[in-house]
Nanobody
Framework: QVQLVQSGGGLVQAGDSLRVSCAASGGTLRGYAVGWFRQTPGEEREFVAAIDRNAAGTIYGNSVKGRFTISLENGKKAVNLQMSSLKPEDTAVYYC???????????????????WGQGTQVTVSS
């Protein structure tokens, strides 16, 4: 079992960059697929990005492709989501999630993840 602790986020202007991180408390993320999802009030949670269990492949949601980058830190203790060219529509609470059983074809499926971070607010002003 892994406990996920998120950091980063905050208030930025459109066009700025921001990074949110997801760290494994007391362990590493070795062998875990890690995904980022986001949610705004009244909306379904949306897939943002994910990295597979072997840290060999990444996928992105269509709305962030080319602007966001997910990466696993050396030592495999944290996964970062680097966000650039931010837009007001990127405003949301961002959640990271981890799972050992997530297969590559299901990286975008939040139901496949077992552990979740506490959520981090990202607000982009126009």
């Amino acid at each position: 079992q892994v406990q996920l602790v998120q950091s980063g986020g905050g208030l930025v202007q459109a066009g700025d960059s921001l990074r949110v991180s997801c760290a494994a408390s007391g362990g590493t993320l070795r062998g875990y697929a890690v995904g980022w999802f986001r949610q705004t009030p009244g909306e379904e949670r949306e897939f943002v990005a994910a990295i597979d269990r072997n840290a060999a492949g990444t996928i992105y949601g269509n709305s962030v492709k080319g602007r966001f980058t997910i990466s696993l830190e050396n030592g495999k203790k944290a996964v970062n989501l680097q966000m650039s060219s931010l837009k007001p529509e990127d405003t949301a609470v961002y959640y990271c999630a981890a799972g050992r059983r997530v297969i590559t074809s299901s990286l975008g499926n939040q139901g496949q993840y077992d552990f979740w971070g506490q959520g981090t607010q990202v607000t982009v002003s126009s």
